[in-house]
C-alpha cells in the first residue's frame, strides 16, 4: 500500500535519488531535479507541509515540492499562490496513480493551508487528468508576459481566482546553477547521459509554444 506523508529529514538523499531516476534524461540528458529538491529545502519559499514522500513499504517512491510564489496583477496588486514541483516517481512504479495521489494530497493540504491556487509548469497531457487548466484559461501570463503552454493551474476553492490574472512569478531558485548541480551529481551513482530521447523532444516543443497576449 502506498502512503503519502511528509519527509522525514534522514530520507533527504533516499528522496533526492528518486528524483534523479524519475528525470533522469527525461527532459534533458541526465537532469537537475535532485540537486533542486536539495537547495529547495532551504529556501525561504519552500512550503515544509508540502515536501510529501509516496512510501511503498519502506521504500520511497516518489517525491513532491512546492514553494511559495505570487501573480501580479497589471494594477500591481500580488496576489499569493503555490508553485508545484517537482514532482518525480521512481521509473518501475509509474502509471500506477501515485504521482496523481501525491498531487491530489498537495492540493488538500494547500487549501487546508488558505492557499488560494496551485500554478506549474508541465504536460499538458498530464496535468489536464489532474484537474489542471491552462492558465490563459484564468489570462494568467508567464514572468515575461507570455501566454505559456506548458502553464498549468488549480483552483483550491469556487472562484479563488476570480479578479487575480496578470503575471506568473515563481521563486529563482528554479533557474539552477548547472555547474552546481553537475558537481552534486558526482554524489550519486554513474549514469549514461543520453541526448535527444523522445522526451526530450516532445519537452523542447512544449517549452517554445507560448505566444503574446492580444
Ligand atoms: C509525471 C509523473 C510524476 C506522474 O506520476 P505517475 O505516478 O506515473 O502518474 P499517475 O499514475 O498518477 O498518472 C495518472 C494518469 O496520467 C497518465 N500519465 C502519467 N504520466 C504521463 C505523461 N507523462 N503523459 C501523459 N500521461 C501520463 C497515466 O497513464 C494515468 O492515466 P490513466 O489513469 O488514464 O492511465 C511520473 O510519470 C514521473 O515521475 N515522470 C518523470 C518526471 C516528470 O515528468 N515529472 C513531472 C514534471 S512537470
Same mark, same amino acid.
Given at each position: 500500500?502506498?502512503?503519502?506523508?511528509? !519527509?522525514?529529514?534522514?530520507?533527504?538523499?533516499?528522496?533526492?535519488? &528518486?528524483?534523479? !531516476?524519475?528525470?533522469?534524461?527525461?527532459?534533458?540528458?541526465?537532469?537537475?531535479?535532485?540537486?533542486?529538491?536539495?537547495?529547495?529545502?532551504?529556501?525561504?519559499?519552500?512550503?515544509?507541509?508540502?515536501?510529501?514522500?509516496?512510501?511503498?513499504?519502506?521504500?520511497?517512491? =516518489?517525491?513532491?515540492?512546492?514553494?511559495?510564489?505570487?501573480?501580479?496583477?497589471?494594477? =500591481?496588486?500580488?496576489?499569493?499562490?503555490?508553485?508545484? =514541483?517537482?514532482?518525480? &516517481?521512481?521509473?518501475?512504479?509509474?502509471?500506477? =496513480?501515485?504521482?496523481?495521489?501525491?498531487?491530489?494530497?498537495?492540493?488538500?493540504?494547500?487549501?487546508?493551508?488558505?492557499?488560494?491556487?496551485?500554478?506549474?509548469?508541465?504536460?499538458?497531457?498530464?496535468?489536464?487528468?489532474?484537474?489542471?487548466?491552462?492558465?490563459?484559461?484564468?489570462?494568467?501570463?508567464?514572468?515575461?508576459?507570455?501566454?505559456?503552454?506548458?502553464?498549468? &493551474?488549480?483552483?483550491?476553492? !469556487?472562484?479563488?481566482?476570480?479578479?487575480?490574472?496578470?503575471?506568473?512569478?515563481?521563486?529563482?531558485?528554479?533557474?539552477?546553477?548547472?555547474?552546481?548541480?553537475?558537481?552534486?551529481?558526482?554524489?550519486?551513482?554513474?549514469?549514461?547521459?543520453?541526448?535527444?530521447?523522445?522526451?526530450?523532444?516532445?519537452?523542447?516543443?512544449?517549452?517554445?509554444?507560448?505566444?503574446?497576449?492580444?
Amino acid at each position: 500500500m502506498i502512503i503519502i506523508r511528509n !519527509e522525514k529529514p534522514d530520507e533527504y538523499r533516499e528522496t533526492e535519488n &528518486v528524483i534523479r !531516476e524519475a528525470f533522469w534524461n527525461h527532459y534533458t540528458p541526465g537532469c537537475n531535479d535532485h540537486y533542486l529538491i536539495h537547495i529547495m529545502r532551504d529556501c525561504p519559499a519552500f512550503i515544509p507541509e508540502l515536501d510529501l514522500v509516496a512510501v511503498d513499504g519502506t521504500r520511497i517512491v =516518489g517525491n513532491v515540492m512546492s514553494l511559495k510564489s505570487y501573480i501580479k496583477r497589471d494594477d =500591481g496588486a500580488v496576489f499569493d499562490v503555490v508553485s508545484l =514541483g517537482p514532482i518525480g &516517481v521512481l521509473p518501475d512504479s509509474q502509471r500506477q =496513480g501515485i504521482g496523481g495521489k501525491m498531487i491530489a494530497r498537495s492540493k488538500e493540504i494547500a487549501r487546508q493551508l488558505g492557499c488560494r491556487a496551485i500554478l506549474l509548469c508541465g504536460d499538458p497531457d498530464y496535468y489536464t487528468r489532474q484537474g489542471f487548466a491552462a492558465a490563459q484559461v484564468y489570462d494568467i501570463r508567464n514572468s515575461e508576459n507570455m501566454y505559456a503552454d506548458a502553464l498549468h &493551474v488549480c483552483e483550491l476553492y !469556487e472562484d479563488a481566482l476570480l479578479g487575480v490574472s496578470g503575471r506568473y512569478y515563481e521563486d529563482e531558485i528554479y533557474d539552477v546553477d548547472v555547474a552546481k548541480a553537475e558537481q552534486f551529481d558526482k554524489l550519486f551513482p554513474p549514469k549514461e547521459i543520453v541526448k535527444g530521447t523522445p522526451t526530450q523532444n516532445k519537452y523542447e516543443k512544449m517549452v517554445r509554444r507560448v505566444k503574446a497576449p492580444c
